[in-house]
């Protein structure tokens, strides 16, 4: 059973600039159209979540500098977006072809943490079942999600998308802890 004292903290790789704008400009015309602000209200950027963690507060520091070391050896890489895709109508996302540097990261960093940490997230980052995507907008009602994907649509795929930098995130309320660099 979960124990509610334990915060979620999340792990995620982020995009060069150029991606970045494409995706924030997505966001916020999907926010402008359909009144949707849940993304740039909350300041998440563009993203890949490559794992999610239970931890105790005070376990926080320990998992920064295990993100940290791990991070030091990792190198940069990229992905390619294929398509838009959804969840249930509800979640709009930039999906990525699962590559072996997306397959790799994640199942380093889980072999790292799951001695440490509790998974989160009902397990969905696990290597096995792992879905990656980059979130253009979420909670969506049955219109939103229409005017979103005639947006999201615009997008030129495929997008090759370089990842340079790993983050830790708190979650609920959303934070950012800690970027690290990724090694060229």
Not at 55 to 78: H, M, N, T, Y
Not at 91 to 104: A, C, D, G, R, T
Request: glycine share 4%.
């Amino acid at each position: 059973m979960f124990d509610s004292s334990l915060i979620t903290y999340a792990v995620s790789l982020h995009f060069s600039q150029k991606i970045n704008d494409i995706v924030i400009s997505t966001l916020q015309a999907i926010a402008d159209e359909t009144g949707n602000r849940f993304m740039i209200e909350n300041k998440i950027p563009p993203h890949i979540t490559i794992g999610a963690f239970h931890a105790a507060r005070e376990e926080e520091a320990k998992l920064l500098q295990l993100v940290e070391d791990f991070a030091r050896d990792q190198k940069a890489g990229s992905v390619q977006f294929s398509e838009v895709g959804d969840f249930n109508g509800k979640v709009l996302f930039l999906q990525p072809e699962k590559n072996n540097f997306l397959s790799e990261i994640n199942k380093k960093l889980h072999t790292l943490l799951l001695p440490e940490f509790e998974k989160a997230e009902n397990g969905y980052y696990l290597p096995d079942i792992w879905f990656p995507h980059t979130t253009l907008a979420t909670r969506l009602n049955q219109n939103q999600f229409s005017a979103a994907k005639e947006i999201a649509k615009k997008i030129s795929l495929p997008l090759e998308a370089p990842i340079e930098e790993l983050a830790v995130y708190q979650c609920s309320p959303f934070l950012e802890l800690k970027k690290f660099g990724l090694s060229r």
